[in-house]
């Protein structure tokens, strides 16, 4: 089974900076795994923001979403099987709750998952991050 547990959601102004964590139990960092953030705002579906492969070839591969490319970054620390999401410039839009998402790789791919976030097998809580303008 894998544990994954988010942190760092606060409220900070547009334009301001927060860095998200999700603490990940260590088969999530296995071979062939593929984990992502991914957000929810009040009304809307679950939304795929930026994700990470660990596998064989093209380890530590990224991808994003349109709405947050150059101004978000996924990296991760295998040794504190961590995985972040750092968020520059953020706009009011960017409000949601955070989820950490992570799975097997599948047909999708870490990049297929940011459209199909069902691709994913196992989530946090989430973590909220509110802007305020």
């Known amino acids: 089974q894998v544990q994954l547990v988010e942190s760092g959601g606060d409220s900070v102004e547009v334009g301001g900076s927060l860095r998200l964590s999700c603490a990940a139990s260590r088969v999530a960092s296995a071979n062939n795994f593929c984990i992502g953030w991914f957000r929810q705002a009040p009304g809307k579906e679950r939304e795929g923001v930026a994700s990470i492969y660990n596998g064989r070839y093209n380890d530590g591969a990224t991808f994003y979403a349109d709405p947050v490319k150059g101004r978000f970054t996924i990296s991760q620390d295998n040794s504190k099987n961590t995985v972040y999401l750092q968020m520059d410039g953020l706009y009011a839009e960017d409000a949601a709750t955070y989820y950490c998402?992570?799975?097997?790789?599948?047909?999708?791919?870490?990049?297929?998952?940011?459209?199909?976030?069902?691709?994913?097998?196992?989530w946090g809580k989430g973590t909220l991050v509110t802007v305020a303008t």
């Open positions: 998402g992570a799975g097997p790789l599948s047909d999708l791919g870490c990049r297929g998952v940011l459209i199909y976030p069902d691709g994913m097998s196992y």
